[in-house]
């Protein structure tokens, strides 16, 4: 799917709009992140068992453009006029996506329904950046990118507080992964995903005192309020807990647990 627009665009915290336009996402059969699957085996009860778990893999697509013939007003100020412009707008390219195997921070605006738009962000690698000719000298400039864990994230960080059991999450969580959950435990408390059974108990003592925070985030973190590792306060049956997608229960037993996320986006 090609995605043509003149939203804004950031690189790194630079605006790509300022020496471009027309930038449009061109995702073909190499940009669907594909789905792994990983396979272990625990103790249990009864035996051993197999768990399966599915996560997506990277996901790679072009980000294309026109350097733009102006300067980021829109103005012809050049001496050498446009063509003036559009050399040294590539250069700002080159050097914002040039060294390849280096990671970039990058962020979009699409539309939402009712005239909105919702600001995305996403960790990329740029794996490769390029000119190529058009028209009557070289304008076009192209990047390919890889996002490794294959799909862009919401700027907003919802939350909701589980107080009780069989809590729907609000609002509804869109897309069909969220394994960048964070859970904050306001005391000693046990976390239920209701759907999957999974449960995130955390006991004890912090010695920095409640409350205690899960952030699952790779690398997975787990501090008390003072900043202090408590990851020995932690036991999970199993850390994808938070892998839910649409209308999803939770339930608790003991303190208070705030579910915090973002929205995915393909």
């Known amino acids: 799917m090609t995605v043509l627009s003149d939203f804004p665009w950031t690189a790194d915290s630079t605006s790509l709009n300022d020496y471009a336009h027309s930038i449009e996402t061109v995702d073909g059969i190499d940009g669907i992140a594909a789905a792994n699957v990983r396979s272990r085996r625990i103790p249990g009860t009864g035996g051993v068992w197999p768990i399966f778990e599915f996560t997506r893999g990277a996901k790679v697509f072009t980000l294309s453009m026109w350097a733009a013939p102006t300067n980021a007003n829109g103005a012809v100020t050049h001496i050498e006029g446009s063509a003036g412009h559009v050399h040294d707008n590539l250069n700002a390219l080159l050097d914002i996506f040039g060294k390849e195997d280096s990671a ?101 003592t912090p010695s920095g005192g409640y409350p205690v925070t899960v952030d699952l985030n790779l690398p997975r973190t787990v501090t008390d309020n003072g900043g202090n590792d408590a990851d020995g306060l932690l036991t999970a049956s199993h850390m994808t807990i938070c892998s839910f997608a649409g209308a999803t229960r939770f339930s608790k037993s003991g303190g208070n647990v705030t579910v915090k996320w973002y929205d995915h986006y393909r």
């Open 104 to 204: 970039i921070a990058l962020t979009r605006e699409i539309p939402q329904a009712g005239g909105t738009n919702e600001t995305l962000h996403a960790d990329a690698r740029v794996l490769r950046a390029f000119i190529t000719k058009g028209s009557t000298y070289l304008r076009r400039f192209k990047v390919y990118l890889e996002i490794p864990y294959g799909y862009w994230l919401g700027s907003t960080l919802r939350s909701q507080t589980i107080t009780g059991s069989n809590q729907y999450l609000s609002p509804t969580p869109t897309d069909v992964q969220h394994r960048n959950a964070i859970l904050e435990f306001a005391a000693a408390s046990t976390l239920t995903h209701v759907e999957t059974s999974r449960t995130v108990q955390i006991s004890g």
